[in-house]
């Protein structure tokens, strides 16, 4: 199982970048996936969630509004679709699938992680 983030990048503040996350060794179409994202000396933070059909989701307050996730179940692939990029979002950029329970802004609900795209937004 495993999942491949890409798409990070250098961008401006203001710019955008699309990140998906690739997802093989088996179908994810019926997990929730996450996107989670770590800072220099942070802790993991929750970024945003998809429930498998793509009908709820949910954000941190911190990028409610700029950033969208969506996912393609025949693709196996889920994007984070990045807007209006500030400074403090630079970070690196995780995607996790299949929490054991309903607490999808927990870290350690998540059973499959990818390694990261690093995303630097330049003011």
């Known amino acids: 199982v495993q999942l491949q983030a890409s798409g990070g990048g250098l961008v401006q503040a203001g710019g955008s970048l699309r990140l998906p996350c690739a997802a093989s060794?088996?179908?994810?179409?019926?997990?929730?996936m996450g996107w989670f994202r770590q800072a220099p000396g942070k802790e993991r933070e929750f970024v945003a969630a998809?429930?498998?059909?793509?009908?709820?989701?949910h954000y941190a307050d911190s990028v409610k509004g700029r950033f969208t996730i969506s996912r393609d179940n025949a693709k196996n692939t889920v994007y984070l679709q990045m807007n209006s990029l500030k400074p403090e979002d630079t970070a690196v950029y995780y995607c996790?699938?299949?929490?054991?329970?309903?607490?999808?802004?927990?870290?350690?609900?998540?059973?499959?992680w990818g390694q990261g795209t690093l995303v630097t937004v330049s003011s």
């Open positions: 998809i429930s498998w059909s793509g009908s709820t989701t």
């Open positions: 060794g088996r179908t994810f179409s019926s997990d929730t």
């Open positions: 996790a699938a299949d929490p054991k329970g309903l607490r999808v802004g927990v870290p350690d609900e998540y059973a499959h």
